[in-house]
């Protein structure tokens, strides 16, 4: 399965343009081949764990306009917006077919405390999967690469590649990599973390958007510019690792702190 990571810098605060841009890229990402495109964390308007604007259902303009974008260009999409929730917001990361077609979404679980987006928005409380060709994929955002549990979980449901739209900043980009590597070596699967690229009142992003295999080596990685990063995921060589080196059966289905003395 062909995966285009867009490394690019948000169209602040002005979703319209986002969706222009968005639209751009999909048509360079069919061009090289590519048979999903995936965008970094809030793409349409920026990251911005304080601001509630903009936000939409999944049946509104915005998810819409992504549709007709995939649906157009015959490419699915991965993409992300501020999702109307009972009480706040939610930040939901969504896949979307090469038909138009919802395939699955997913709301940060993991919300950036420091930046205090726990007390603008709401947490996620389900997985996001879907199968695009013979590839089984997840979905994650950002701040989530630090906590192992959740990726267990998609493993545990035989998750091959792992989408991480993110806005990590440049002062934290050698976390970025080391949970990156970490994620994937652990539970054998890739792992594409689409980095946002630029500057915003919120902070300074210099891309470095990497896909991991699941040996945990780095197979590419982005520079510090706006770019489309290709690559073939051959998602079964993360069946063919976890077969020859099972690590996941030699896992012991414990409560670890029940074992201390």
């Known amino acids: 399965m062909i995966l285009c990571a867009a490394q ?14 968005m639209r751009k890229y999909a048509i360079k990402a069919i061009e090289g081949d590519a ?30 306009e992504m549709r007709d974008i995939a649906r157009d260009v015959s490419i699915g999409i991965i993409g992300s917006f501020r999702e109307i929730g009972d009480k706040k917001p939610r930040n939901t990361c969504i896949a979307i077919g090469s038909d138009g077609r919802i395939q699955a979404r997913y709301s940060k679980m993991h919300l950036f405390s420091p930046g205090k987006e726990d007390k603008y928005f709401s947490a996620g409380t389900s997985l996001g999967t879907f199968t695009y060709g013979s590839c089984k994929i997840g979905l994650a955002i950002c701040y989530d690469l630090r906590f192992a549990p959740l990726f267990q979980a998609y493993r545990n ?15 934290r980009m050698k976390h970025f990599n080391l949970f990156s590597k970490s994620r ?29 295999g699941p040996d945990g080596k780095i197979r590419t990685q982005g520079s510090n510019l706006e770019e489309l990063i290709i690559y073939d995921i051959q998602e079964k060589k993360a069946d063919s690792l976890r077969e020859n080196f099972p690590i996941n059966s030699d896992f012991l289905k414990t409560d670890y702190t029940k074992l201390c003395r």
């Open 157 to 171: 449901l035989g998750i091959q590649l792992m989408i991480v739209p993110s806005a990590w900043p440049s002062s």
């Open 35 to 64: 048979e999903l495109i995936a965008f970094p964390e809030q793409a349409l308007t920026g990251w911005d764990p304080h601001d509630t604007s903009f936000a939409t259902k999944e049946t509104g303009t915005l998810v819409d």
């Open 8 to 21: 690019i810098s948000p169209c602040w605060k002005d979703p319209e343009s986002g969706l222009k841009k």
């Open 184 to 212: 994937a070596a652990e539970f054998q699967l890739f792992i594409a973390s689409i980095n946002t690229v630029g500057s915003t009142p919120v902070d300074n992003y210099s891309g470095g958007t990497c896909i991991v």
